[in-house]
């Protein structure tokens, strides 16, 4: 009883207590289940009208588009890569947008008539779809499809789902069928802006009564840098005023100006003797190694990865300079004593004799793709093969089963040098050492299955195998931290802009300035800075004046970087040097005009400048001639002088001295620039769609 006594006692104390234990679960429980709204928020990419982008959907594209980036043998970067992701997210959704406004849609039956019937430049372009001689197969695109047809008919068949090459191809393939879309939308939507715009009558008459006729006319020209700036006085007042006149032609993004300092990080003498000694022990290594393959799989994992080793026979002028004395003079088995040359200190072991064999040969072939398993494709090869050994028409045969360019030819694939078919296991070995007529079968690790035959060898040159190792300079870590402890003590010693700036030149580096820098770049503009996208992010956190706490290391660069300007998505203030710099300079050839106009105007042309010059048959579409000027003779008579005329780089006065008619109409320029106008209307488009950018916020 005591004990409920003291409850009682307590009460309102135990009901604040509850009450705050309640408040603190139903706020947890609110921030718990609205925690996905804010991640939800957190991981998006971007949006574009109305339609959103997570990370994890923007990331699998860029994965997929990368992976069809290699195999196109593009070697982008993966800034590149992101920006060609978002690029293909923008403009899709702008042109949907639009498309569905007026009720136009790409159909199934457009898209396959842009694949199968009549392939579209989009896939025309592509690497993969080309043969060996740099040709669109149409014979590949169709297999490719067939293929993908098949990978996602079949998921569960182990050999397409264990074919990495194949599944990185289809998950591109998509990223291609986007862009091919985004294509063939724009083109539907310049047809129709193009169908439905005509030529204003004014237009239609002036290009009626001008384009009838050629016109030859004397002209004066005063340009307006032959006339002293110092003479033409601007004021702020007059610039600010042009400013404002002319502000549309400042429209901006946001961005950052900054000034950088590189330091570049340069090999020492202890990096050439690493170098030289990494080479000595390669050499030992190489003197030891018997079997060729071994000694080329060496070569390629010991040197340079930037160094491109070849395995095949080499003639003379394909060899590095410095080793061909001894390549073709040295016995097989020889290896040439480690040398500098140049950034590298290379070695070199001879793999064979000096022997003779054709530069190139001309061959025939008939190419199957895989298709299926790969033991299908092998039957259908060697069934080809044995047919061809018994006495069937090889170009008959390439007629009917080769599935690229040579299909048309009768197997015709035309000349090739060694190594050009190096996929293909033995082919140089059975080419360059065959004779004129002979067949074989090859395959490629892909499975793809070549039956050739060779029509015609080029006379016999001498030619040598050799590994070279080529092992470059490169700067260490003792190196590096040197360069990286100067940069740092250069930030701690130089704490404000100005010492920033102007004690560079003592340390033998430069504060180069670099602007406009947009908040999405991955490279800064005329710098040579590398992987800039850190410098970017950084400045994008920081204010003016703020100066990098420690410097970024780059691979050859440790750099450091100060904010000298912010400018707000807008309009670029009056104040940023391009913007009055511009708005003054309008004023002062505005001035330049008004001076020259008013000392003209009473002048005959002789006496207005001491040349004149002569220009005939001037066409409305044919000259480039200043509008202003075009503008005024085109209501001119033969004989007349015109009155003193504003042009956009200098003042003219002009005198028509004839005019003959041309025969057949001449269509409006502006016409012509239809492509260019639509163009421009998709920047309006775009600025217009209500675009959610947060790609800064992850790279």
């Keep these: 009883m005591a004990a409920l006594e003291k409850i009682r006692s307590k009460g309102k104390i135990v009901m604040v207590v509850v009450f705050v234990a309640l408040l603190c679960f139903v706020i947890g429980d609110f921030l718990s289940n609205s925690s996905a ?36 043998g593009n070697n982008a970067s993966d800034a590149e890569v992101r920006n060609e992701v978002w690029q293909t997210f923008l403009i899709s959704n702008v042109l949907e947008d639009q498309m569905g406004k007026i009720g136009m849609s790409i159909s199934e039956e457009e898209l396959e008539y842009y694949t199968k019937v009549n392939p579209h430049r989009e896939l025309r372009n592509l690497q993969i779809l080309k043969d060996e001689e740099g040709n669109f197969s149409i014979q590949r695109l169709l297999g490719l499809l067939r293929a993908f047809k098949q990978l996602e008919e079949n ?35 310049v047809a129709l802006t193009a169908g439905a715009s005509k030529a204003p009558k004014a237009e239609k008459d002036l290009i009626a009564k001008y384009a009838s006729d050629q016109v030859d006319f004397a002209c004066a020209f005063k340009p307006y840098f032959v006339m002293p700036d110092s003479s033409f006085a601007v004021s702020e007042e007059e610039g600010k005023a042009e400013y404002e006149k002319i502000k549309n032609a400042f429209k901006t993004d946001k961005f950052r100006s900054i000034k950088a300092i590189v330091f570049t990080v340069k090999p020492g003498a202890e990096d050439s003797l690493e170098a030289k000694n990494r080479t000595l022990a390669n050499e030992e290594e190489l003197r030891k190694i018997t079997d060729a393959e071994d000694a080329f799989l060496f070569a390629s994992q010991e040197g340079d990865p930037n160094f491109l080793c070849r395995k095949t026979y080499l003639k003379s002028d394909e060899l590095d300079y410095a080793l061909r004395e001894f390549a073709f003079s040295a016995k097989k088995d020889s290896v040439i004593p480690t040398f500098e040359d140049g950034l590298y200190y290379k070695t070199a072991k001879v793999l064979s004799d ?29 069934s080809i093969f044995g047919a061809i050994k018994a006495g069937a028409s090889f170009g008959e045969m390439a007629e009917k089963f080769s599935m690229d360019n040579s299909q048309k030819n009768k197997g015709e694939f035309g000349w090739l040098r060694e190594g050009m078919f190096d996929r293909f296991k033995d082919f140089d070995e059975t080419a360059f050492n065959g004779r004129v007529g002979q067949v ?45 402890e100067k940069a740092s003590k250069y930030i701690s010693e130089n ?14 580096v430069f504060a180069y300035e670099y602007s406009p820098i947009f908040e999405n770049d991955f490279q800064i503009r005329n710098s040579n800075i590398e992987n800039a996208r850190k410098v970017v992010s950084w400045a994008f956190q920081h204010e003016v004046g703020d100066i990098t706490s420690q410097p970024f290391e780059f691979p050859s660069q440790c750099v450091i970087a100060a904010v000298t300007g912010i400018v707000d998505k807008g309009y670029l203030p009056y104040s940023y040097p391009y913007a009055n710099e511009y708005a003054k300079r309008k004023v002062m050839e505005d001035k330049k005009a008004e001076a020259t106009i008013a000392e003209w105007k009473d002048k005959d042309l002789a006496s207005c400048t001491d040349r004149i010059d002569t220009v005939k048959d001037a066409r409305f579409d044919v000259n480039i001639q200043d509008p202003a000027v075009l503008a005024a003779i085109s209501n001119m008579n033969v004989g007349e002088t015109s009155a003193p005329i504003k042009g956009s780089t200098g003042v003219y006065k002009v005198k028509i001295l004839g005019k003959k008619p041309v025969e057949g109409p001449i269509p409006s320029n502006a016409r012509r620039e239809m492509d260019m106008m639509f163009r421009q209307s998709m920047m309006v488009l775009l600025d217009k769609a209500e675009v959610v950018d947060n790609r800064s916020t992850f790279y």
């Design 37 to 72: 709204i804010f991640n939800s928020g957190r991981e998006q990419i971007g949006e574009v009208c109305g339609k959103k982008m997570n990370y994890v959907e923007f990331q699998r594209n860029i994965e997929a588009f990368s992976n069809f980036n290699k195999l196109e």
């Design 495 to 508: 704490q404000t802009l100005d010492d920033f700036t102007n004690n560079a030149a003592a340390e033998g």
């Design 354 to 382: 000096v022997i003779t064999r054709p530069d190139s040969v001309k061959i025939s072939l008939i190419y199957l793709a895989k298709s299926g398993k790969n033991d299908e494709a092998k039957k259908k090869a060697d």
């Design 440 to 484: 074989f079968q090859v395959e490629s690790k892909e499975g793809d299955q070549v039956i050739a035959k060779i029509d015609s060898l080029t006379a016999p040159i001498r030619k040598v195998k050799i590994a070279e190792v080529a092992v470059k300079i490169e700067s260490g870590t003792d190196t590096y931290r040197r360069y990286y």
């Design 155 to 189: 998921p569960e068949d182990e050999n397409l789902a264990n074919n990495e090459y194949l599944k990185d191809l289809y998950s591109g393939w998509l990223c291609v069928e986007k862009r091919l879309v985004n294509s063939m939308a724009f083109e539907k939507l």
